[in-house]
């Protein structure tokens, strides 16, 4: 994932050094484009009351999308965007429990979103970019003894399910990108969004009984995109 964010980091090169721009927006300009980079967690499992950590749930994965927007005015474009986020698996310690957890995550989202370009007229031009609507997240927790310990009643020390849902609520993204024009039609761009999916929850836990709180989830995504302009 590293390398998908150097990768991303280095087209932020390639987008300022662009050479002469031929694409400026118009009202009526259409936009279809394609997004990938990584998608860092900022939501925390907190452990700390079973003597673990408080710690991001899931490792940094990766975002992909797509992206149709319509300029109304030269600034201003309207449209909607499709999002999916693969993040890694990451464990946790839980030593009162003498156990330990592996959290698995990915959302898949759809925004209604709305850019507004500064300078369009330029090659080079920086932007604002936000989104509102539903997404989905697949949550998975599981749970094992730790080192040393096993399954009271198997004697087994393998991964048991405690939770296994998936969830939808309110998206919604706000952040901000650069572009620039390699042709009439085609446009590089980096961005970078804060995206926040309304997740709250109290769940069941599966293996030891009782209920826990799934909190509302949130990542920051790292981003790189190509985008293809046609009408006006």
Not at 49 to 65: F, P, R, S, Y
């Amino acid at each position: 994932m590293k390398k998908s964010i150097n990768a991303v980091l280095g087209l932020c090169v390639v987008v300022l050094c662009a050479g002469a721009a031929m694409a400026q927006y118009s009202a009526g300009s259409q936009e279809v484009g394609l997004v990938i980079g990584g998608a860092m967690p900022v939501t925390k499992t907190d452990l700390t009351a079973l003597g673990g950590k408080n710690e991001t749930a899931v490792k940094t994965g990766l975002d992909v999308g797509g992206r149709y927007l319509y300029h109304t005015t030269p600034e201003w474009a309207f449209g909607g965007e499709v999002s999916y986020a693969g993040f890694g698996d990451k464990t946790h310690d839980a030593p009162v429990l003498l156990s330990i957890v592996k959290e698995s995550a990915n959302t898949l989202d759809v925004e209604g979103v709305a850019k507004y370009t500064f300078t369009p007229e330029k090659k080079t031009r920086p932007y604002l970019i936000g989104g509102l609507g539903y997404g989905s997240l697949k949550q998975k927790t599981q749970i094992k003894p730790s080192a040393g310990n096993a399954w009271l009643d198997t004697g087994t020390t393998e991964y048991r399910t405690s939770y296994d849902k998936t969830i939808g609520g309110v998206a919604l993204s706000i952040g901000a990108g650069v572009e620039s024009s390699l042709s009439d039609t085609i446009t590089l761009g980096v961005e970078g969004r804060w995206k926040y999916l309304g997740t709250k929850k109290t769940v069941g836990d599966k293996v030891f009984g009782g209920s826990w709180d799934l909190p509302n989830t949130s990542s920051v995504l790292l981003t790189a995109g190509v985008s293809w302009k046609f009408g006006k």
